[in-house]
């Protein structure tokens, strides 16, 4: 729902959810606000893989605007040119150089020295132009700001690449489209299109233009195909400006123009620039923080910026394109969401912005019912194209359960339901595929394990793609998967389901091999895979066997029942022995060989990798193991080591701000190691004051007395004036408003929390307690 707000005598377009940014401050104090820490060029040099981008756009925004720099330069941070800015589908630039068909020709040097990079406004110097280039936002529109030296030829220049029109319309004004390709591979979307439209205004009417087909310019209004684009040529006086103002949409041209007119009404740069702060700031400051450092400060700031980053909200106007069924929908007042990887988000960035808005996660949530209504099959990786075929399992259900189970339900839950259970039986569980069950997915239904290839065995299976069957990790996230839809099921009276689903959650245990204490392969005879290696087996990626991760790691993915985990590896002693040796357990090989292999395993301390999601929730099982002074030891170490303010700063891929969403619930001192699970664990926060304002304006707040980088083990606790001695409290416990009291010291204290009754619960417990 979009808001016009006034606050201090002006009004706002505040293009978020009601309510959420209302009255956001739009006076800067002298006072270091939240908005003012953040870095986002953290992470733009990857430590092997994925980069990260400098987006300005709002929370959830459409309009996410990062300079298009050197093609082919991964690490975005070292490229050397900036060759434009996104204006919807197309590129924008401004140059004062030589008129061409090709927009390499219209790129510029620039130097980080002399660039602003902030979540509401970018600026840089475009070296070979001597222009200035900035630009701000709104929800679905941008303003660019470009000065210009002293130019007999000071151009505007609108670059699209393939399957695209534009039109040239009056004498300031041009508009298109282009088709919308799927992110994940690269390929157009299935069935019919998807088109992003842009409208473009510019302050200045030039004294001629021309248009682009491939290498032909002309003074057609009118252009189409690949290759197409638009230049304008101006006289500049020395500081002169030209702006231009964007609106962008996935409905129409005309909705594009719309959203422009409504969000950006006037040619006042430096007002929206000023909204979008105070929106930041608001947003920002829903999470206040003391004590710590400057540096810390600033990776968490950025780490919470980006966290706020997706799911994006394409609401136009009550109204939204869904790339599921190729239509436009009435929104009927709830906001629809795309962008999304629930293999990577539903761990711990869902579990964050259900803190801070549960509204607008259920929002999140209806969005995913909407896609199954328009596709016949609920989401994972949701694209305003309509589905990515990426990674294993179906974790929405996570999402909607952690949802429910703590209390916010406010959708359509027998859908949901419905939706997860028809994932559950009917739908392919092969690796990057999303298509019906096949003859594996239903041995793991029948026979409790999906099969690997028994060793030499050659593939069969027509649907198996390249990323081969990862038949480990395939069950366990299955499982975890059947545990949510077991619990959904239970919840709603639905017996017989839920006892179904249950035994099919115990479907870990069937790809443990108690010979070796790991999780292990098993071929379609039942027979363990022979020469298993749970360090360096399985190929590339170890994909004949897991999900870009080993053995190892893949241990320890039983989220949901770790007290059957810690049974299953023989008690506590042996579980807790196995734990600290992935810690230091080396590679088997060379390192630069074992990252070859394992590309997605940045972030290393010893076998474990905060560079990719799988492990992000390990070093809190010492919390169910007895031994909680070692999570505490462990997540500071984490934190220290692989986050930094830099641009190296991230661990590894940030996949939509879920590697951010670890930092900032662990520097807070907890993580949900469960999601679906209404509990938090308890770590070792890095600040002596925290409070987070939640959605329903109750404040949680933690303190930690004499917290420092010494004193980072737990003495005792206290919540809401109770003592707490376990490591560990509930949704119940704070959802109206909590504080967490913890004293801290610099020796642990290994006798809080260690009982066994101390620790969180599990399926295995649950199920015993109510026996």
């Given at each position: 729902?979009?808001?016009?707000?006034?606050?201090?005598?002006?009004?706002?377009?505040?293009?978020?959810?009601?309510?959420?940014y209302?009255?956001a401050q739009n006076?800067?104090?002298q006072?270091?606000?939240?908005?003012?820490?953040?870095?986002?060029?953290?992470g733009?040099?990857?430590?092997?893989?994925?980069?990260?981008e400098?987006?300005?756009?709002?929370?959830h925004?459409?309009?996410?605007i990062?300079?298009?720099?050197?093609p082919?330069?991964?690490?975005?941070?070292l490229?050397?040119?900036?060759?434009?800015f996104?204006?919807?589908?197309?590129?924008l630039?401004?140059?004062?150089g030589?008129v061409?068909?090709?927009a390499?020709?219209y790129?510029?040097?620039?130097?980080?020295?002399?660039?602003t990079?902030?979540?509401?406004?970018?600026?840089?110097?475009l070296?070979?132009?001597?222009?200035k280039?900035?630009?701000?936002?709104t929800q679905?529109a941008?303003?660019?700001?470009?000065?210009?030296?002293?130019?007999?030829?000071a151009?505007?220049v609108?670059?699209?690449?393939?399957?695209?029109q534009l039109?040239?319309?009056g004498?300031?004004?041009v508009?298109?489209c282009?088709?919308?390709?799927?992110?994940?591979?690269?390929?157009?979307?299935?069935?019919e299109q998807?088109?992003e439209?842009?409208?473009?205004?510019?302050?200045h009417?030039?004294?001629?233009?021309?248009?682009?087909q491939?290498?032909?310019l002309?003074?057609?209004?009118?252009?189409?195909?690949?290759?197409?684009?638009?230049?304008?040529d101006?006289a500049?006086?020395?500081?002169?400006?030209?702006e231009?103002?964007?609106?962008?949409?996935?409905?129409?041209?005309?909705?594009?123009?719309?959203?422009?007119?409504?969000?950006i009404?006037q040619w006042?740069?430096?007002?929206?620039?000023?909204?979008?702060?105070?929106?930041?700031?608001?947003?920002l400051?829903?999470?206040?923080?003391?004590?710590?450092?400057?540096?810390?400060?600033?990776?968490?700031?950025?780490?919470?910026?980006?966290?706020?980053?997706?799911?994006?909200?394409?609401?136009e106007?009550?109204?939204?394109?869904?790339?599921?069924?190729?239509?436009?929908?009435?929104?009927?007042?709830?906001?629809?969401?795309?962008?999304?990887?629930?293999w990577?988000?539903?761990?711990?960035?869902?579990?964050?912005?259900?803190?801070?808005?549960a509204?607008?996660?259920?929002?999140?949530?209806?969005?995913?019912?909407?896609?199954?209504?328009?596709?016949?099959?609920?989401?994972?990786?949701?694209?305003?194209?309509?589905?990515?075929?990426?990674?294993?399992g179906?974790?929405?259900d996570?999402?909607?359960?952690d949802?429910?189970?703590?209390g916010?339900?406010?959708?359509?839950v027998?859908?949901a339901?419905?939706?997860?259970?028809?994932?559950?039986?009917e739908?392919?569980m092969?690796?990057?595929?999303?298509?019906?069950?096949?003859?594996?997915?239903?041995?793991y239904?029948?026979?409790?394990?999906?099969p690997?290839?028994?060793?030499g065995?050659?593939?069969?299976?027509?649907?198996?793609?390249?990323?081969?069957?990862?038949?480990?990790?395939?069950?366990?996230?299955?499982?975890?998967?059947?545990?949510?839809?077991?619990?959904?099921a239970?919840a709603?009276g639905?017996?017989?389901?839920?006892?179904?689903?249950?035994?099919?959650?115990?479907?870990?245990?069937?790809?443990?091999n108690?010979?070796?204490?790991?999780?292990?392969?098993?071929?379609?005879?039942?027979k363990?895979v022979?020469h298993?290696?749970?360090?360096?087996?399985?190929?590339?990626?170890?994909?004949?066997?897991?999900?870009?991760?080993d053995?190892w790691?893949?241990?320890?993915?039983?989220?949901?029942?770790?007290?059957?985990?810690?049974?299953?590896?023989?008690?506590?002693?042996k579980?807790?022995?196995?734990?600290?040796?992935?810690f230091?357990?080396?590679?088997?090989?060379?390192?630069?060989?074992?990252l070859?292999?394992?590309?997605?395993?940045?972030?290393?301390?010893?076998?474990?990798?905060?560079?990719?999601?799988?492990?992000?929730h390990?070093?809190?099982l010492?919390?169910f193991?007895?031994?909680p002074?070692?999570?505490?030891?462990?997540?500071?170490?984490i934190?220290?080591?692989?986050?930094?303010?830099?641009?190296?700063g991230?661990?590894g891929?940030d996949d939509?701000?879920?590697t951010?969403?670890?930092?900032?619930?662990s520097?807070?001192?907890?993580?949900?190691?469960?999601?679906?699970s209404p509990?938090?664990e308890?770590?070792?926060?890095?600040?002596?004051?925290?409070v987070?304002?939640?959605?329903?304006?109750?404040?949680?707040?933690?303190?930690?007395?004499?917290v420092?980088?010494?004193n980072?083990?737990i003495?005792s606790?206290t919540?809401?004036?109770r003592p707490l001695?376990?490591p560990?409290?509930?949704?119940?416990?704070?959802?109206?408003?909590?504080t967490l009291?913890?004293?801290?010291?610099?020796?642990?204290?290994l006798?809080?929390?260690?009982?066994?009754?101390?620790?969180?619960?599990?399926?295995?417990?649950l199920?015993?307690s109510?026996?």
């Amino acid at each position: 729902m979009k808001l016009m707000i006034k606050c201090a005598g002006t009004f706002l377009l505040l293009a978020l959810p009601a309510g959420k940014y209302a009255c956001a401050q739009n006076v800067q104090d002298q006072q270091k606000q939240p908005v003012d820490y953040v870095n986002p060029n953290i992470g733009g040099i990857g430590l092997l893989l994925t980069a990260t981008e400098p987006y300005v756009q709002y929370p959830h925004g459409m309009a996410r605007i990062a300079p298009v720099t050197t093609p082919g330069i991964e690490d975005r941070y070292l490229a050397d040119k900036i060759y434009g800015f996104p204006a919807g589908p197309a590129m924008l630039m401004a140059s004062t150089g030589p008129v061409d068909t090709d927009a390499g020709t219209y790129a510029s040097d620039y130097d980080h020295d002399f660039e602003t990079a902030t979540p509401y406004y970018y600026e840089a110097d475009l070296q070979t132009w001597g222009i200035k280039a900035e630009y701000t936002v709104t929800q679905d529109a941008v303003f660019y700001r470009f000065t210009f030296p002293a130019s007999q030829h000071a151009h505007i220049v609108f670059s699209m690449q393939s399957d695209a029109q534009l039109t040239v319309s009056g004498n300031n004004a041009v508009q298109g489209c282009e088709r919308v390709y799927g992110p994940i591979d690269n390929k157009p979307a299935p069935g019919e299109q998807t088109r992003e439209y842009f409208y473009a205004v510019i302050s200045h009417p030039p004294n001629s233009w021309q248009t682009w087909q491939g290498t032909q310019l002309s003074h057609s209004p009118d252009e189409s195909g690949n290759g197409i684009g638009y230049v304008s040529d101006s006289a500049t006086n020395g500081g002169e400006t030209i702006e231009v103002r964007v609106g962008i949409s996935y409905i129409s041209v005309a909705q594009a123009k719309r959203n422009l007119e409504e969000q950006i009404p006037q040619w006042n740069f430096d007002q929206v620039k000023q909204n979008a702060r105070a929106v930041w700031s608001t947003a920002l400051g829903q999470i206040a923080v003391t004590g710590g450092s400057e540096k810390q400060k600033t990776i968490f700031y950025t780490a919470l910026y980006r966290s706020l980053q997706r799911m994006t909200d394409i609401t136009e106007d009550g109204r939204y394109f869904s790339g599921y069924d190729h239509k436009v929908h009435d929104a009927d007042g709830h906001d629809f969401y795309v962008d999304d990887g629930a293999w990577d988000t539903f761990r711990s960035m869902h579990p964050l912005q259900l803190l801070l808005d549960a509204n607008q996660q259920e929002d999140m949530i209806r969005s995913y019912l909407r896609m199954y209504q328009q596709s016949g099959w609920m989401p994972s990786f949701p694209s305003v194209a309509g589905e990515q075929a990426a990674m294993i399992g179906h974790h929405a259900d996570e999402i909607i359960l952690d949802d429910y189970e703590k209390g916010f339900r406010d959708f359509n839950v027998e859908e949901a339901y419905a939706a997860m259970k028809k994932n559950a039986t009917e739908a392919s569980m092969l690796p990057w595929t999303r298509d019906p069950i096949t003859a594996l997915g239903r041995q793991y239904l029948e026979k409790g394990f999906f099969p690997a290839l028994a060793y030499g065995e050659q593939e069969t299976v027509p649907q198996v793609t390249g990323e081969r069957r990862q038949a480990v990790s395939v069950t366990l996230e299955n499982a975890y998967d059947d545990w949510c839809v077991a619990t959904l099921a239970e919840a709603l009276g639905k017996a017989a389901d839920a006892a179904y689903f249950f035994k099919l959650a115990h479907n870990y245990q069937n790809v443990f091999n108690p010979a070796i204490g790991f999780m292990a392969p098993r071929s379609a005879d039942g027979k363990w895979v022979a020469h298993f290696d749970p360090k360096l087996g399985g190929g590339q990626g170890a994909r004949d066997y897991f999900t870009e991760m080993d053995g190892w790691v893949y241990t320890f993915s039983v989220q949901y029942d770790v007290a059957g985990l810690i049974h299953l590896m023989g008690g506590r002693d042996k579980f807790d022995s196995r734990l600290d040796q992935l810690f230091v357990e080396q590679y088997g090989t060379s390192k630069y060989k074992f990252l070859s292999q394992f590309p997605d395993a940045t972030g290393l301390i010893g076998l474990y990798a905060q560079g990719n999601e799988p492990s992000f929730h390990i070093p809190y099982l010492y919390d169910f193991s007895g031994q909680p002074w070692k999570t505490q030891r462990r997540v500071r170490q984490i934190m220290k080591i692989w986050y930094g303010d830099g641009p190296r700063g991230i661990p590894g891929d940030d996949d939509g701000g879920e590697t951010s969403s670890w930092y900032v619930l662990s520097a807070l001192g907890f993580y949900p190691v469960c999601p679906g699970s209404p509990v938090f664990e308890i770590g070792s926060p890095i600040f002596a004051k925290s409070v987070i304002r939640m959605g329903n304006g109750k404040d949680f707040t933690m303190i930690a007395n004499q917290v420092s980088a010494q004193n980072k083990y737990i003495q005792s606790a206290t919540i809401n004036g109770r003592p707490l001695n376990k490591p560990w409290f509930s949704q119940s416990q704070i959802a109206n408003g909590a504080t967490l009291i913890l004293q801290m010291g610099d020796k642990p204290n290994l006798q809080w929390g260690s009982a066994p009754d101390d620790a969180p619960p599990s399926m295995s417990t649950l199920s015993a307690s109510q026996n």
